[in-house]
């Protein structure tokens, strides 16, 4: 049997361009960064319920703005974001630096103060994040202070991520004991995760945010999982000196890498190799206390 040319010259396109949905795209790029108390005046800590937080000042904003220009992701996850006025403001400052983006998520949970939110270039399709994440202990209900950001984002077509953002507790003490909250968060947090993956194990999934604890300890561990068809994997970031710290403690004088990106089986394939960096300039302590971390997903499809 003979193909009609032009059916042949068809078939062969397909088998050229399976691959990349974009053979001339560079990438997406995703980014996570904690921009570090973008709050008001009147903010109180909810860590403490006491102190005053400082506003940021606008050699902080502007350095902000900066590292994000210097990045310039297309989809970026924040941590301590303020209130939605200061969302807003952050967003218009974007703008006006030139950084164009067009759907945005916003969770408002537990802490009064510090917010997740997540800004991107591709349309957001679905919106699943939680505000109010219940456990226990000792008998005593709490919630997760910052919630979980969760929104579907599609790229291109027939092509979706699904992005989770979180903040898990910070290691100021509290009665309840920092690290038993950072723990029962990460593993609600790993709940979600395995319900997702469980659901669809093909899922484009991404995880990433501030998580407050070291990659031997165990909210890492709870986050990233069993190794298997449900594990989320951190991707190794290092910045062009080999540093991979993201987070300075200056009341300890400490560099500790808090802040990941995980990502499931089937998005770790498509992943740019080489691509997962931790941010450097000379400028990134003005911004904030923390680095941010990204990389680039080359979208492919089977």
């Given at each position: 049997?003979?193909?009609?040319?032009?059916?042949?010259l068809?078939?062969?396109l397909?088998?050229?361009?399976?691959?990349?949905?974009?053979?001339?795209?560079?990438?997406?790029?995703?980014?996570?960064?904690?921009?570090?108390?973008?709050?008001?005046?009147?903010?109180?800590?909810?860590?403490?319920?006491?102190?005053?937080?400082?506003?940021?000042?606008?050699?902080?904003?502007?350095?902000?703005?900066?590292?994000?220009?210097?990045?310039?992701?297309?989809?970026?996850?924040?941590?301590?974001?303020?209130?939605?006025?200061?969302?807003?403001?952050?967003?218009?400052?974007?703008?006006?630096?030139?950084?164009?983006?067009?759907?945005?998520?916003?969770?408002?949970?537990?802490?009064?103060?510090?917010?997740?939110?997540?800004?991107?270039?591709?349309?957001?399709?679905?919106?699943?994040?939680?505000?109010?994440?219940?456990?226990?202990?000792?008998?005593?209900?709490?919630?997760?202070?910052?919630?979980?950001?969760?929104?579907?984002?599609?790229?291109?077509?027939?092509?979706?991520?699904?992005?989770?953002?979180?903040?898990?507790k910070?290691?100021?003490?509290?009665?309840?004991?920092?690290?038993?909250?950072?723990?029962?968060?990460?593993?609600?947090?790993?709940?979600?995760?395995?319900?997702?993956?469980?659901?669809?194990?093909?899922?484009?999934?991404v995880?990433?945010?501030?998580?407050?604890?070291?990659?031997?300890?165990?909210?890492?561990?709870?986050?990233?999982?069993?190794?298997?068809?449900?594990?989320?994997?951190?991707?190794?970031?290092?910045?062009?000196?080999g540093?991979?710290?993201?987070?300075?403690?200056?009341?300890?004088?400490?560099?500790?890498?808090?802040?990941?990106?995980?990502?499931?089986?089937?998005l770790?394939?498509?992943?740019?190799?080489?691509?997962?960096?931790?941010?450097?300039?000379?400028?990134?302590?003005?911004?904030?206390?923390?680095?941010?971390?990204?990389?680039t997903?080359?979208?492919?499809?089977?």
């Open positions: 049997m003979r193909f009609p040319r032009l059916l042949v068809l078939l062969a397909r088998v050229a361009t399976a691959g990349l949905l974009a053979a001339d795209s560079a990438g997406v790029v995703i980014a996570t960064y904690n921009v570090e108390n973008f709050i008001g005046e009147e903010a109180v800590a909810a860590e403490t319920g006491a102190r005053h937080s400082k506003p940021k000042s606008e050699k902080a904003i502007e350095a902000v703005v900066k590292v994000i220009k210097d990045i310039n992701p297309d989809i970026l996850a924040l941590c301590e974001m303020g209130e939605p006025e200061r969302f807003e403001e952050f967003k218009r400052r974007l703008e006006a630096a030139g950084l164009h983006y067009t759907d945005f998520e916003y969770v408002q949970a537990l802490d009064n103060e510090r917010h997740l939110a997540l800004i991107s270039r591709f349309p957001i399709v679905a919106r699943q994040s939680l505000t109010n994440v219940s456990f226990e202990i000792a008998g005593r209900p709490e919630k997760v202070r910052r919630g979980f950001l969760d929104v579907t984002i599609q790229i291109a077509n027939g092509y979706q991520v699904r992005f989770i953002g979180a903040h898990l910070s290691k100021l003490p509290i009665p309840e004991g920092e690290a038993l909250v950072r723990r029962n968060e990460a593993l609600l947090l790993r709940k979600h995760l395995d319900g997702i993956l469980t659901a669809d194990p093909n899922v484009r999934l995880c990433m945010g501030d998580f407050n604890d070291l990659k031997n300890e165990p909210a890492y561990h709870e986050i990233a999982g069993p190794r298997g068809q449900t594990y989320m994997a951190a991707l190794p970031a290092r910045d062009e000196f540093d991979m710290w993201t987070e300075y403690w200056k009341a300890a004088d400490l560099y500790s890498r808090i802040d990941y990106i995980f990502v499931s089986p089937v770790h394939r498509e992943v740019a190799p080489a691509s997962p960096r931790v941010y450097r300039s000379a400028y990134w302590n003005d911004a904030s206390d923390h680095r941010p971390v990204f990389a997903i080359i979208p492919r499809r089977e």
